[in-house]
């Protein structure tokens, strides 16, 4: 084997031991937040063990309408089961990454040999801004966020179409139009497609190929007529047609936010800034998940940086077409990186700010850095001064990143360094009060929560956590359940956390703490009734809760009327099939069964799921009878308790 060759692969391994070395801490981190709504489809239907439970397992996703079932399936690699563990989850996502830089590496070469670069130099380039991308601590919350897993997927496909469509190129110019067809109608496409199916943001595949289309491959070569046709059917089409579908997603006023599509545009270009300003200057810290302290632009000077940073993302989208033929890494990084963004940072009602939206748009940033460092190698005497500075920025990068997933391999101490770091967080703190509360110390806990409480009055994640802090202590304040009534008026059911913790609240009766009893617990569901939503699964949730109400009233004719108003506003049968089971168990064998038949006989005539993948993993459990199954395995059991066993079914009426 040559003498380079060897030489490559030791420091390709070298790389690769070294991302290992850096992001290894964070095998003795947990899950979080979302982790927790996500990875639990792996034993909703019990352990996956079959191909039916897989094709349940696999349309269950919900964290957008394609469901996400590629990076769902990567999760079996590491459990069939939930309940598991946290360290299979988070060494599949170190390997990920550290397989994303390869493909980052074989990418960037191609690259440099497409602006004409020798191959020694082409690789060194690749190597250093692989190497820069890869170690950057910034992805600590990508790669030790086990959900972020989708987001990293979604990277490695784009990379694997990114070097498909080069492979095209290269095909087309070699005059071999049919393997040229091949790699960019079907082998593209395809990663396109799984890209997709790994999260939404893979559809930007033909705008990122675009980029470097236009960027890198065609300044310095002209294009023949196969090239050129597959460019606009394969990448100009598809770009176009996605711009539409996003401007058709548009809304002034996104229902569950606090800020207009208007504000959010005038936000993001500040976010866009801050996050080029980490990416080239990284901090000790970060925000990591919490990223509700950015606040919303409600004026071009409010707050102040908000024009300048519009002014600022517009330079860098008119840069790229100035640099086009001077530097032509430099403009395909920026457009690369912006056109990494169209989706998650314009129109779509996301959250305003996330660090790991920057995973695969900045892959070509470091790139540029290490061309524009290494360019005047061949030309001065100052080669070995360049390659020490880029080595010295290299090993701050590595030091970061190995620091802060120590940091977040002890989730205790990561609660207080966020707590302390990220103020203007009411997640951050709610967080720290979190740990403080499991640690003991209540005081400290109940100290945070008032604090924040009282810049942040009608944030129900404080006020609720407030109630349990002091439900903890001995009990709970009437101050501190005025502060829940207005945080709950003000946000409803519709937010998430309200309801389950209304729900557990009325489920457990209230009786583990002193001062929240029935009546106020149930004044605590009124005024979270008074936020008005027609959605039916807002309807659905109004309904359920009160009935739990009436069931904690011990009025069972009215909890069971509200329990049948929320099936018919959203007939789900894992929803009969708790509200039956509550039913039995608080009012009696005969009255459930007779619920349960009554929704039966009523089927879900006139209601279809949501299209995309609720609508698929409803047909699933259709075609396979699932809850079919299910139900007439508890209405057996419910009539077992009945006097007169199974023939009591008739009677249940």
Request: charged content about 15%; overall charge positive.
């Amino acid at each position: 084997m040559p003498k380079t060759v060897l030489t490559r692969f030791a420091w390709i391994a070298a790389f690769v031991a070294t991302v290992a070395l850096c992001f290894w801490p964070l095998l003795s981190a947990g899950f979080l937040f979302d982790d927790f709504a996500n990875l639990p489809a792996l034993g909703e239907y019990g352990p996956i063990k079959d191909f039916d439970a897989l094709a349940r397992y696999l349309t269950a996703g919900i964290a957008d309408p394609l469901g996400r079932p590629v990076a769902m399936a990567s999760f079996l690699l590491d459990s069939r089961d939930w309940p598991a563990a946290a360290r299979p989850f988070l060494r599949t996502n170190i390997i990920l990454h550290a397989i994303n830089g390869l493909l980052l590496l074989a990418l960037l070469r191609r690259l440099g040999r497409a602006l004409d670069l020798d191959n020694r130099t082409a690789f060194n380039a690749a190597l250093w801004g692989a190497a820069l991308w890869c170690l950057h601590p910034l992805w600590v919350s990508t790669v030790g966020y086990v959900v972020q897993r989708h987001a990293m997927l979604a990277s490695t496909f784009v990379l694997l179409g990114l070097l498909a469509w080069l492979s095209a190129v290269a095909a087309f110019r070699e005059g071999r139009a049919g393997q040229g067809w091949l790699w960019a109608a079907c082998v593209m496409p395809a990663c396109g497609v799984l890209a997709a199916l790994s999260k939404a943001n893979g559809m930007l595949l033909p705008v990122l190929v675009l980029a470097i289309q236009w960027f890198v491959v065609m300044p310095r070569h002209g294009v023949g007529r196969a090239e050129r046709l597959a460019t606009w059917l394969l990448l100009g089409v598809p770009s176009l047609l996605l711009v539409a579908a996003l401007l058709a997603q548009i809304e002034a006023e996104p229902p569950g936010r606090s800020w207009t599509l208007a504000e959010r545009l005038m936000s993001q270009p500040r976010a866009l800034a801050d996050y080029l300003w980490t990416l080239l200057v990284p901090r000790v810290n970060s925000t990591g998940i919490f990223a509700d302290g950015f606040q919303a632009s409600t004026g071009w000077l409010t707050p102040a940086s908000t024009l300048p940073a519009a002014l600022g993302i517009l330079a860098l989208l008119v840069a790229p077409f100035l640099l086009r033929h001077r530097q032509p890494a430099l403009a395909a990084a920026l457009a690369f990186y912006l056109a990494g963004h169209l989706m998650e940072s314009t129109v779509l009602p996301l959250e305003l700010y996330f660090e790991h939206r920057n995973y695969l748009p900045a892959m070509l940033l470091a790139w540029a850095l290490a061309m524009s460092a290494l360019s005047p190698l061949s030309r001065t005497g100052h080669g070995k001064a360049v390659v020490f500075g880029l080595g010295a920025y290299l090993l701050v990068l590595g030091a970061l990143t190995q620091q802060r997933a120590m940091l977040w391999a002890d989730t205790p101490r990561q609660a207080a360094v966020w707590g302390l770091t990220l103020p203007d967080s009411p997640r951050a703190q709610t967080w720290a009060a979190q740990h403080e509360l499991r640690a003991g110390n209540l005081a400290a806990a109940h100290a945070r929560l008032v604090r924040t409480l009282e810049q942040f009055p009608h944030n129900p994640m404080l006020a609720l956590n407030l109630v349990n802090v002091e439900c903890a202590a001995g009990g709970t304040r009437p101050g501190t359940l005025e502060q829940a009534a207005r945080a709950l008026a003000r946000t409803g059911l519709r937010v998430d956390m309200n309801h389950d913790w209304l729900r557990d609240r009325l489920l457990a009766e209230a009786a583990s703490c002193p001062g929240l009893d029935k009546p106020a617990l149930f004044a605590l569901v009124d005024a979270a009734l008074e936020h008005g939503s027609r959605t039916p699964r807002a309807l659905a949730r109004r309904e359920r809760i009160q009935g739990l109400v009436a069931v904690g009233q011990g009025d069972c004719p009215r909890a069971r009327q509200h329990f049948s108003d929320a099936l018919r506003s959203q007939p789900r049968d894992s929803s009969a099939y708790g509200d039956t089971a509550l039913l039995a168990s608080h009012c009696g064998a005969g009255f459930a069964l007779s619920f349960l038949r009554d929704y039966r006989t009523a089927g879900r005539d006139g209601f279809v799921e949501k299209p995309g993948m609720p609508r698929l993993h409803r047909a699933v459990l259709d075609h396979q009878g699932y809850w079919t199954r299910e139900l007439d395995r508890l209405e057996t059991l419910i009539a077992r308790d009945i006097p007169g066993g199974q023939d009591a079914r008739e009677q249940a009426d």
